[in-house]
């Protein structure tokens, strides 16, 4: 070998300016952990990842992420579940996730539970907060809790023997200001701590608003296209 493939090279450019954009947003902050979304890439991409220090991936549909999972399992990876997740799929997902960033309501907390049992794995569990502010328009499918029911739902969580409630994810709405959307989930996720102390994830930012998700505290980044290209392209 002479030197790293192109892709490999690619990405690792990439890789190496949203870790400077995300050092410059850390200025008196701890720097989050940074989970790369790599949905609609190939598992090649994930083994580039991991050959460049990244620890933690990100993976959207369970399908997908079930094959890709089995073809990298070799590596000392956490696989992070952030797409909304359906009951027939949690046995799956509880096979290869070590974090669910996506439970929204009661039925997807006990059903994640009994299939986290059945694999003997535990998992940590996110409330996924619905930020949207007016109606859901075209789009607006992206789940959540209102912000008011968060803490309930962290509680059940917290209940389940092979969970534990780590804490709260959101997503900032489309054309709205991410900067308003993520201080209200830092309200709420202040108010899950509250109530669960260990409950320290604040899991917001993605590629085009990283830094604002900083701003107000986020532990974990969800960072996809600034590093793997869009998946438009993908054809
Ligand atoms: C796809 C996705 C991301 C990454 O989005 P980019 O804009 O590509 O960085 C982050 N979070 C969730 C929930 C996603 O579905």
Redesign the pocket.
């Known amino acids: 070998m002479t030197g790293p493939d192109p892709r490999t090279a690619e990405i690792s450019a990439h890789l190496a300016e949203v870790r400077s954009r995300i050092a410059r947003a850390c200025v008196d902050r701890p720097e989050p952990t940074l989970i790369v979304?790599t949905?609609n890439f190939p598992a090649d991409d994930v083994r580039r990842l991991a050959g460049l220090g990244i620890g933690d991936v990100?993976e959207?549909r369970d399908q997908e992420a079930a094959a890709k999972h089995g073809l990298v399992a070799d590596l000392p990876l956490r696989w992070h579940f952030?797409?909304q997740l359906q009951r027939n799929k949690a046995a799956s997902v509880a096979r290869y996730a070590d974090v669910v960033?996506?439970l929204d309501r009661p039925q997807i907390v006990s059903a994640l539970g009994r299939a986290a049992a059945a694999a003997q794995r535990r998992i940590v569990g996110l409330v996924q907060v619905n930020l949207d502010t007016g109606p859901a328009g075209p789009g607006g499918e992206?789940g959540g809790v209102a912000a008011d029911g968060a803490v309930a739902l962290a509680d059940l969580i917290a209940a389940e023997e092979w969970l534990e409630i780590g804490g709260v994810m959101g997503?900032a709405p489309l054309g709205g200001d991410p900067a308003e959307a993520f201080a209200r989930l830092a309200a709420v996720a202040a108010r899950v701590r509250a109530v669960h102390p260990g409950a320290r994830i604040l899991s917001a930012g993605?590629?085009?608003d990283l830094e604002a998700a900083i701003t107000v505290g986020a532990t974990h980044v969800?960072?996809?296209?600034?590093i793997l290209g869009s998946?438009t392209d993908l054809g």
């Open positions: 979304v949905k990100g959207n952030i797409g960033h996506s992206r997503v993605m590629s085009d969800r960072v996809g296209s600034a998946r």
